[in-house]
């Protein structure tokens, strides 16, 4: 018994190693960025303007994740924290960050936020990967409105 429960927790060791960890704080290179695949709609309210601000702050330790983002825009500023589990399929909820959960993809992250879900809803899925020197984060985000538009950004996040 002894030898199968430290087999198992090696395995588990061993799988979150080859994860990449998002630790740091991670600071939005607007120039780097494209927002232009959600420019040009006709409706403004599908569009997804660049915000003049947006910092990520990261707290990775294996399979666990916390995050803070904090963001301007339009001279306002917004912020949300997420504390969850990546691949438990348990969300993480609050009303100003959504229903969170984030999946594994390969080396790649992927965290799925949904909004309003009994009414007016929305989704958000994000791709997250990292450079090969694990200084740029490069964030590929997708969201569908609640008319099922769907608009992509490519977010770009310089470690600080």
Known sequence: MRIFLLTL??????TAADKPNYSGTWRLNVAASDFSQSAGKRDPTLQLPAPESMTRMIEQKGDHLKYRVERTLGGKKYEFDVDLTIGSGEPFSSNPAGIVTAEWSGDALTVATLYNPNRARSERTE????????????DEMAFRSPEGVETKVRRVFEKQ
């Open 9 to 14: 927790t090696l395995g588990a060791l061993l």
């Open 127 to 138: 791709k997250w990967s990292l450079s090969a020197d694990g200084k740029t984060l490069i």
